[in-house]
């Protein structure tokens, strides 16, 4: 526990607070991450400046989302384990309840000419914010010469062969680890003592237990093929690979979900981030949605929609677990390697491999948003989505132009957007467009 933070916090004020911010967190980690500094350091006061930056600096090093991970840490900080469980849990509940309320809608109603003219919008939208997430990322992670290469290649081997995302982000990292040999020590800006207590491997156990536990669990009952099992499988491997944001394991999960699985078609995947783009929390909340409609169209002899709420919410709980555990087991050590040069070109690698990934998803995304048909294309090692020209949507053209004029020249929100492009969806499927 931190001296810098106050000790007249209780954890019941603590709570409340964790659970208006959570209530408040739309807009993706930036806006996130900013609205805890506001009501934590200027508003509250509860922990000072270089705390909160000491904090963001090593949850960005890890995998998963940073602004949950953030809100963890600082729970942890203020009131050891129990803090950081109230906070990480406050941080994701009102985007759990959301998209599970909004799948529950979209199997239901998602035919109805209204609901499908707002996912129409939201299509668009999506494409668009991907772009602006992709622009920002690579303006702000490709510094060196060698990153613009490696970030290239990820795109062309994601984009078009068969190569596994993890082995992309494994490839990456060792290139920067490579490349970055004989450079400068860079300076840390805290350096943490080795942790007091407990080893690191004590640390670990219990939270790896809790995190794995319920896989071992679901594989023994219902065998490696049952639809809860995959789903805890898949998204257990894809909380490993999240770095470089959401947006990066996304491409992973829809081309795993959508090719590999048969979960579901191109358009939902879309549709499901657009979910996550307008509710509270962390942007990887859509695979909630993914896990959803994995369970939902294959419940065996469960209701449908029972079936789809829990592998919706094993998709979830997969997803977070491992946020705790890099949290209350690994973070005491983490901030000690920042001063490591080549542990730091390891991460420049990973980060350069994410704008690849990210270029690849924008790609995938505007092929299927923008066009009615498409065709895979293969030959030999090399596959691809090509598009049939003649199938070219000029109104989803005209909706993605119109939010990316609203990102990029208007400035506005990303919340604003998604709704100015769903207004406009559901006018154009009223008027018999889209």
């Given at each position: ?159 078009f062969t068969f190569v596994p995302f993890p082995v ?97 078609q191109p358009g939902e995947m879309i549709d499901g ?150 207004a406009a969806g559901i006018g154009f499927r009223l008027?018999?467009?889209?």
């Amino acid at each position: 526990m931190s001296s810098a933070a106050s000790p007249t916090v209780s954890l019941g004020e603590a709570s409340r607070t964790w659970a208006r911010i959570a209530l408040l967190s739309f807009g993706g980690p930036a806006a996130q991450i900013g609205l805890m500094h506001r009501i934590l350091v200027d508003e509250k006061k509860w922990i000072d400046e270089q705390r909160f930056l000491h904090g963001l600096n090593f949850t960005t090093l890890l995998p998963g989302p940073e602004a949950q991970q953030l809100a963890t840490y600082i729970g942890w900080m203020m009131h050891g384990v129990r803090g950081g469980l109230v906070a990480g849990l406050l941080f994701i509940a009102p985007g759990i309840a959301a998209i599970m309320a909004l799948s529950w809608a979209y199997v239901l109603y998602g035919d109805v000419g209204a609901v499908e003219g707002l996912l129409f919008g939201l299509k668009a939208a999506v494409l668009a914010i991907v772009v602006q997430a992709l622009w920002r990322l690579a303006s702000r992670a490709l510094r060196f010469s060698w990153q613009r290469w490696v970030a290239l290649a990820a795109f062309l081997v994601i984009a078009f062969t068969f190569v596994p995302f993890p082995v992309v982000v494994t490839a990456s990292g060792v290139a920067g680890w490579w490349l970055s040999r004989g450079a400068a020590r860079p300076a840390a800006h805290d350096q943490t003592p080795e942790p007091a207590g407990p080893s690191l491997f004590r640390r670990l156990l219990p939270w790896l237990l809790v995190w794995v536990g319920p896989l071992i669990l679901l594989v023994a009952l219902l065998g490696p093929q049952h639809v809860m099992t995959q789903v805890a499988g898949f998204f257990s491997i894809a909380a490993l690979v999240t770095f470089g944001g959401a947006y990066a394991v996304l491409a992973f999960v829809a081309e795993q979900a959508v090719e590999r699985f048969g979960w579901l078609q191109p358009g939902e995947m879309i549709d499901g981030l657009g979910m996550a783009e307008t509710t509270p929390g962390p942007l990887i909340m859509v695979l909630q949605f993914v896990g959803f409609l994995a369970a939902y169209r294959d419940p065996g002899m469960l209701n449908p929609l029972l079936a789809g709420t829990i592998g919706g919410l094993i998709a979830t709980f997969v997803t977070f677990a491992p946020c705790f555990l890099w949290i209350f087991a690994a973070a005491p050590y983490v901030e000690r390697l920042r001063g490591n040069a080549r542990l730091s070109g390891a991460l420049a690698g990973i980060l350069a491999a994410a704008v690849g990934v990210i270029a690849s998803l924008a790609l995938w995304f505007g092929i299927h948003a923008l066009f009615a048909q498409s065709t895979e294309v293969a030959a030999g090692p090399l596959h691809f989505d090509l598009p049939v020209l003649e199938s070219l949507d000029p109104w989803a053209v005209l909706l993605a132009l119109l939010a990316a004029f609203a990102l990029f020249r208007l400035k506005l929100g990303i919340a604003t957007t998604v709704l100015i492009a769903a207004a406009a969806g559901i006018g154009f499927r009223l008027l018999g467009g889209g």
